[in-house]
């Protein structure tokens, strides 16, 4: 059934590249996820001035509490990626992301990159980035070019991607006045196209910008977190069904994800051994 506010969102995406969910958490929400963060955050920051040298991220978000899970399987979200995927599409990365006062601007990327087909072409990822603090032009806000999803190859080349710094000097110059700083209150969720170029803005406040970022892909492409290493399998079990099929315990039919020609979901089950282990202790 067409809901008109899913479809108004994917009409954005589809024009400018992102899309704003208002009101995305309640204020019950938005308490419980500054709480954990406080007791997760540990003023480490990045190694480069990808990650920021004044930001601080915490990997594998989805597993640290379950207000991060629902959030994950957020039907307003999952409405988008049901429009825009394959079935079984995956969770590729869950992270927080705190900007500090200091922070200098992330070169502009797209969150797709890594995946060598050439562009223009859909979206092989949607990446979410939820407000815990309003985002602001002063304090760090996500950045966007709008339309830039629909650019080919020849119009990105200079991006960052695949580990290194921006090949091309001139590019960040090349782009100056295009970038559009999303301004949001907290609770809010900007969508953005795996596509699109964005980066994270300059902090020249005096307080932080908090946020955390959940981002999906097709169910044929790798994700960028390994979520079967960084999550037992005794902690996925405890989990939601559809938070269980985004971490990789699905099929994409016939048989991507099989489990020595089983469903991943047996490998939850309490003594659960993979067959191939199991036949070596019969040597």
């Keep these: 059934m067409s809901n008109p506010e899913t479809d108004e969102r994917l009409r954005q995406l589809h024009k400018q590249g992102y899309a704003v969910i208002p009101d995305f958490l309640d204020a019950g929400q938005l308490a419980t996820i500054n709480e954990r963060l406080d007791t997760l955050l540990d003023g480490v920051t990045g190694r480069n001035n990808f990650e920021g040298n004044f930001t601080e991220r915490i990997y594998t978000l989805v597993a640290r509490d379950r207000v991060f899970q629902d959030a994950a399987e957020d039907t307003r979200i999952m409405a988008l990626c049901d429009a825009l995927f394959m079935p079984n599409y995956l969770l590729t990365a869950s992270q927080a992301i705190v900007i500090r006062p200091g922070e200098t601007y992330q070169p502009w990327h797209t969150d797709d990159a890594f995946y060598p087909i050439p562009r223009p072409r859909p979206m092989i990822s949607l990446a979410t980035i939820v407000a815990v603090e309003a985002f602001t032009a002063e304090n760090g806000g996500t950045e966007v070019i709008p339309g830039s999803h629909l650019w080919d190859d020849a119009k990105v080349a200079g991006y960052y991607r695949s ?19 999303v301004e949001m209150a907290a609770g809010s969720c900007l969508v953005v196209a795996g596509t699109l170029l964005h980066r994270g803005g300059a902090n020249n406040s005096t307080g932080t910008r908090r946020a955390f970022s959940n981002q999906y892909c097709e169910p044929w492409a790798r994700a960028q977190e390994n979520f079967f290493l960084a999550i037992p399998p005794q902690e996925v079990a405890t989990m939601a069904p559809k938070v ?31 067959p191939a282990f199991r036949a070596r202790t019969k040597l």
Excluded: N
């Design 163 to 181: 580990g290194d710094f921006e090949t091309d000097p001139q590019f960040a110059e090349k782009l100056a006045g295009q970038g559009v700083a």
């Design 244 to 274: 269980q099929s985004l971490l990789g315990y699905s099929i994409h039919p016939p048989f991507m994800g099989q489990v020595t020609a089983s469903h991943p979901m047996k490998a939850l089950q309490s003594g659960f051994t993979p």
